[in-house]
Nanobody
Framework: VQAQVQGGGSVQAGGSLRLSCAAS????WNWYRQAPGKEREFVSL???????VYAESVKGRFTVSQDNAKTTVYLQMNSLRPDDTATYYC??????????WGQGTQVTVSS
């Protein structure tokens, strides 16, 4: 099963969106995004031990978390800016080292 991301949409600058990704039995979950004409870039990471990493561009605005049942990983995006507009992806990494990229979801932030 691919790690499909849900929760994208269109908001005005300053708004919020929450993306979700099925946790499956992965050991780490990475959020990436890709804007038109740009390379895919790292956004955030959470792993099974609870380690969390954020890109500088989203620190203080985005929050990654996992639900108590460990079934879903979330990316809460607040204070969205037009330059956050991109397709967002969730990459799951398993203990074997295998990585799964799922279908992304579009986030559009208008000024």
């Amino acid at each position: 099963v691919q790690a499909q991301v849900q929760g994208g949409g269109s908001v005005q600058a300053g708004g919020s969106l929450r993306l979700s990704c099925a946790a499956s039995r992965a050991v780490s979950w990475n959020w990436y995004r890709q804007a038109p004409g740009k390379e895919r870039e790292f956004v955030s990471l959470i792993d099974k031990s609870g380690r969390i990493v954020y890109a500088e561009s989203v620190k203080g605005r985005f929050t990654v978390s996992q639900d108590n049942a460990k079934t879903t990983v979330y990316l809460q995006m607040n204070s969205l800016r037009p330059d956050d507009t991109a397709t967002y992806y969730c990459k799951r990494t398993f203990v074997t080292g295998v990585e799964f990229w799922g279908q992304g979801t579009q986030v559009t932030v208008s000024s």
